[in-house]
């Protein structure tokens, strides 16, 4: 038996009440989190209960299957057809949503139901005006039903808490028929045990293709009666007759395993029935985790907007193993006893760029973890994840991104990574023919009349290249450092010298036409979720090479700066709503331009990166539900406002170099292996917001960047402050 939950079983044994002030101080980093930001707009964040990267996400589930509600929540909407256990979280495809339980009171019709008819399902209306969100932590009042409905969790069990009328008629419904947006049950199995348990499994194909859920659900009392009712018998009605204000509780665990599995997570991890002890361990752990960084600063929405952000990534990746060990492989098998935590949701083409690099400085050992994972991942399904859901692969999004987070681990020499092991999966990965691959290594890039979206994958396969390259370096190996390289620069292929910018190319050497560098057809043109304004930036592992085609620093810098001024339009059929949060050209809604204000770091010129950084942190991250400026996408969009506000942010595939823009707090303590790195900027304010001086540990320091092997010794890091003048 591996002791997997021993550090949750400690907290429910050490519980004490927090201090509901808001007081980073004290430790109640939590005080600051506003769960609602994102939760609006197109930002798609999950609302409900959870502890840090746990599998179990457990919250409400609306009527609605589209877009805004890839989370199953939307601010717009108060619809609620049950509590499920699983949830995306900032994700642009719906899955997941499993195992999904309403508590109601009398009959019910059997359905997910739409809001024009009352009657049409077990759904209700929720009381927003009484809702409660906090970490680890949700509850709101069912309007239909008069119930009060409460929920917290541990890292593999929901738990639940009802408070209902009095009734003879009450009764806690587990549907297994609704799952997310584009996901449908293929086969779905309940039955009893005893008078107060459930037991069963969810199988289920959507953006995972053969996903597999097993839970058992046990009742703090006997039910009057449990029958199977709906399509198929995919509900499960467990009655009750309730006095007023009765209270059922109800605990939920679940694995990727099996049934046994569940039982063994739900005696490991929640075997007592305190609701309010394990909400309190569950605030705990947030605290714990969000403690990793202690923030100071006198303006309590920059608190807000940082905490909530923590707390945004470590939504994810999550926990895809059992208490002792059991798991489900990518290749479909099951195996048992593993040695490691193994972890899924995994949004790499996202993540890869600042989520990724955040963990291996504030969690190098979770961030081991989820590396060897991804190792594991590759030998079972013989090639890095691109996006892992549930131990599925759904290959969503574009080249090689799974490579840029090992080769990251491999460069900064993560303990517990084997660098040999990792550096023959990325080979191995990065020679694949398909996606692309074969027309690249044919051509020297990949003909945009052979493939759609071929700059995008062109150019995200030479960020891997690059990434392998560092790694290479990292471990003495020149001549796969030199290879890589070269193989690094096929986007110049696509460079127009005419235009200035990338652009469609033929298998003939031919210009697309006609070209409009505003244009944007949703994954339908040359790029993927941009255009050429966006794309030609993308180039974060040579702007040297990007500086030699524009002709000189001068122009790369007029050019940079022409980004940033454009017209904030974008013109074509079929528009991406990816395109989002545009200043100018800039579109810091979606991924592909999260590094780019750093290049003028990199290009000499400081105060104009200084500049953008505090426009994106003040006009783009807001404390409200709408306060991001496009999808959470698994902790990216969160994880960019983290390090930035910090004071820097790692453009370069597996540079371990992190380059200043413009501290945002006053102090910022990170806990590191040894000790602690304390990162000081006396007298930032908006108009202070330019970097006149650094000193490390005491010592005046020259470079435009710091190193990931400074940060990790501890130390000090103060940045002298100014403004224009």
């Not at 509900?235 to 665990?253: C, H, I, N, P, W």
């Not at 309190?280 to 202690?294: C, F, Q, S, T, V």
């Not at 017209?567 to 999260?594: C, F």
Request: aromatic content about 12%; charged content about 20%; proline content about 5%.
């Amino acid at each position: 038996m591996k002791s997997f939950y021993l550090p949750f079983v400690a907290l429910l044994a050490s519980v004490a009440c927090t201090n509901q002030h808001p007081d980073a101080s004290t430790g109640n980093f939590t005080a600051y989190v506003d769960p609602k930001i994102g939760s609006g707009g197109h930002g798609h964040v999950f609302v409900g209960a959870n502890v840090p990267y746990g599998m179990v996400q457990l919250g409400p589930t609306s009527i609605p299957q589209q877009w805004d509600w890839c989370s199953g929540y939307h601010d717009s909407d108060s619809t609620v057809i049950g509590f499920s256990h699983t949830h995306l979280s900032g994700t642009g495809v719906g899955d997941l949503f499993d195992v999904t339980v309403m508590p109601v009171v009398g009959e019910v019709n059997y359905a997910r139901g739409n809001e024009q008819d009352p009657s049409s399902g077990l759904w209700s209306y929720a009381d927003r005006s009484r809702e409660v969100a906090r970490p680890g932590y949700y509850s709101v009042p069912l309007s239909r039903y008069g119930i009060l409905a409460e929920m917290t969790a541990t890292p593999r069990v929901g738990m639940h808490r009802y408070t209902f009328p009095a009734s003879d008629s009450a009764a806690i419904v587990i549907d297994l028929q609704n799952g997310g947006c584009w996901d449908s049950p293929v086969d779905t199995h309940m039955e009893q045990e005893g008078d107060n348990r459930i037991v069963g499994y969810r199988y289920s194909k959507g953006w995972a293709n053969d996903q597999r859920v097993f839970f058992v659900a046990e009742f703090d009392r006997p039910f009057d009666d449990f029958k199977l009712a709906g399509p198929e018998n995919m509900y499960g009605r467990a009655s009750f007759t309730t006095d007023d204000e009765d209270q059922v509780l109800m605990k939920v665990a679940i694995s990727p395993s099996s049934i046994e599995g569940a039982k063994a997570n739900l005696a490991a991890e929640l075997p007592g029935w305190d609701f309010d002890a394990t909400a309190k361990a569950a605030d705990k752990a947030w605290n714990d985790e969000l403690g990793r960084i202690r923030i100071t600063d006198s303006n309590t929405d920059n608190l807000k907007k940082f905490y909530t952000a923590l707390y945004h990534t470590m939504f994810a990746p999550v926990l895809n193993n059992d208490v002792n060990g059991d798991y489900r492989g990518a290749d479909g098998e099951f195996y048992t006893d593993a040695q490691n935590n193994n972890y899924t949701i995994l949004s790499l083409w996202d993540t890869y760029r600042a989520e990724m690099p955040l963990l291996t400085i504030i969690d190098p050992k979770r961030s081991a973890e989820i590396i060897n994972s991804m190792l594991d991942i590759s030998e079972k399904q013989q090639l890095l994840p691109v996006w892992h859901l549930w131990s599925n692969e759904t290959n969503c999004m574009v080249g090689n991104p799974g490579i840029i987070p090992v080769a990251d681990a491999v460069a900064k020499r993560l303990p517990g990574v084997d660098a040999k092991r990792a550096m023959e999966r990325m080979i191995i990965t990065s020679n694949d023919t398909l996606r692309g691959g074969a027309l690249r290594q044919k051509y020297g890039f990949i003909p945009s009349d052979l493939k759609r979206e071929s700059i995008a994958y062109d150019m995200e396969y030479a960020i891997a290249d690059a990434a392998i390259a560092n790694a290479a370096k990292a471990m003495g190996d020149t001549a796969t450092a030199a290879e890589y390289t070269r193989r690094s620069h096929s986007y110049r292929n696509y460079f127009d010298s005419t235009t200035g910018f990338m652009r469609g190319r033929f298998s003939n050497g031919e210009w697309r036409t006609p070209f409009d560098p505003f244009s944007a057809s949703h994954r339908n043109d040359d790029y993927c979720e941009g255009n050429a304004w966006q794309y030609t930036w993308l180039v974060p592992h040579d702007l040297e090479g990007l500086e030699s085609l524009f002709g000189s620093r001068d122009s790369t810098i007029s050019r940079l700066d022409a980004l940033f001024e454009a017209e904030s339009v974008i013109t074509g059929e079929d528009v991406s709503p990816d395109i989002s949060g545009l200043i100018g050209q800039y579109a810091h809604g979606n991924e592909p331009v999260h590094h780019v204000i750093y290049f003028y770091t990199m290009l000499g010129q400081p105060d104009k990166a200084a500049d953008r950084v505090r426009q994106v942190l003040s006009e783009l991250y807001t404390t409200n539900p709408d306060g991001l400026s496009g999808n959470e996408d698994a902790g990216q969009m969160s994880a960019w406002y983290v390090l930035s506000s910090l004071g820097f942010y790692q453009p370069e595939p597996a540079g371990a170099r992190f380059w200043f823009g413009s501290p945002l707090h006053e102090e910022a303590v990170i806990t590191v292996p040894n000790g602690t790195f304390t990162i000081k900027a006396p007298g930032t304010s908006d108009s202070n917001r330019y970097i006149r001086g650094v000193k490390l540990n005491g010592k005046p320091y020259e470079l435009p960047y710091i190193t990931y092997d400074d940060i990790m010794k501890g130390g000090e890091l103060i940045f002298e402050m100014g403004s224009a003048e």
